[in-house]
């Protein structure tokens, strides 16, 4: 079964540095998203891509975020300058089509952030 | 007020017995609602999506009650498998259907 990847699975890095977090979504999806799980608490949606470019952000997306599609493949989160509330788990999704006629979004495995 | 509110649990359970729990909604235009299972630290899976008639997938029951805003699920014959945090989630047209989700219900079977 296709399946959403993402790397790094854990990754532990120092307060001021920038994490770039790696999805590679499933082949035939247009769509795809960037979640945030803070340990405890529930999903945020962060933002969705589609056509190379965002199409829907939160409050939470600043312009500490970023995200890329620098290939036909991969999805790059970037967050630049982490502090310790950037600690989450990180869950990259991808889906046919939007969420308007409930198509199922797929998620990955997650990448667990740490900042110290 | 939360856009969707779960019951936190944790629900124990013993197995083989049933186990029903709700979640409320806020935005009364809702439009599509489901339900996803989490492991601890795990991704969301999709559990089932929630119709207006209700529906059964197995041993799992949906309802959606839109006059009181809330949505329902019912697992039957519990298994340890089960033992799992609930995820309500909902979308509309005023987040842009984006997904709105519960903090979730922690179930917890015991053999």
């Known amino acids: 079964e296709p399946e959403v990847t993402q790397t790094p699975s854990h990754q532990v890095t120092q307060m001021g540095q920038e994490v770039i977090l790696r999805c590679v979504p499933i082949?035939?999806?247009?769509?795809f998203y960037w979640y945030r799980q803070i340990l405890g608490q529930k999903v945020e949606f962060l933002v969705s891509?589609?056509?190379?470019?965002?199409?829907?952000k939160s409050e939470i997306f600043d312009d500490q975020f970023s995200v890329e599609r620098p290939d036909g493949s991969n999805f790059t989160l970037k967050i630049r300058s982490t502090k310790l509330e950037d600690s989450a788990m990180y869950f990259c999704?991808?889906?046919?089509?939007?969420?308007?006629?409930?198509?199922?979004?797929?998620f990955g495995e997650g990448s667990w952030l740490t900042v110290v | 007020r939360k856009e969707v509110e779960q019951d936190p649990g944790p629900f124990n359970v013993p197995e083989g017995a049933t186990v029903a729990f709700n979640c409320t909604y806020s935005?009364?235009?809702?439009?599509?609602f489901f339900w996803y299972r989490q492991d601890c630290r795990k991704e969301p899976k999709l559990l089932m999506s929630v119709y207006s008639s209700g529906n059964e997938d197995g041993r799992f029951t949906a309802q959606l009650n839109r006059a009181s805003q809330y949505i329902s699920l019912l697992i039957r014959d519990s298994k340890l498998s089960d033992s799992a945090t609930y995820l309500c989630v909902v979308n509309h047209k005023d987040s842009n259907y984006q997904l709105i989700w519960g903090a979730g219900t922690k179930l917890i079977i015991k053999p």
């Open positions: 935005n009364s235009a809702s439009q599509s």
């Open positions: 891509f589609y056509n190379n470019e965002i199409s829907e």
């Open positions: 999704a991808s889906s046919v089509s939007t969420g308007t006629s409930g198509n199922t979004i797929y």
């Open positions: 082949s035939n999806h247009l769509y």
